[in-house]
Structure formats: structure tokens, C-alpha cells
């Protein structure tokens, strides 16, 4: 099954920076 299409499908590169993000996203929600 494919969800994603953009840039030929769901690439490694693209799970990185998503995991990148909820990073920073989870860094920024914890400091004040």
C-alpha cells in the first residue's frame, strides 16, 4: 500500500527529517 506519492514515494530521507522534527517539536514544547 502507498501513502505517500511526492518525489517517487516515501524515501529514508523523509522518515529522518519527520523523525527530526518531532524532535525539535518535542524540545521546543519542554523548555519553557
Known amino acids: 500500500m ?3 506519492s511526492e518525489a ?3 524515501d529514508s530521507g ?3 527529517w519527520a523523525a527530526m ?3 525539535l517539536r518535542a ?3 519542554a523548555v519553557p
Do not use: M, N, P, Y
Open 8 to 10: 517517487g514515494g516515501h
Open 21 to 23: 522534527r518531532l524532535v
Open 27 to 29: 524540545v521546543k514544547s
Open 2 to 4: 502507498e501513502i505517500q
Open 14 to 16: 523523509e522518515d529522518a
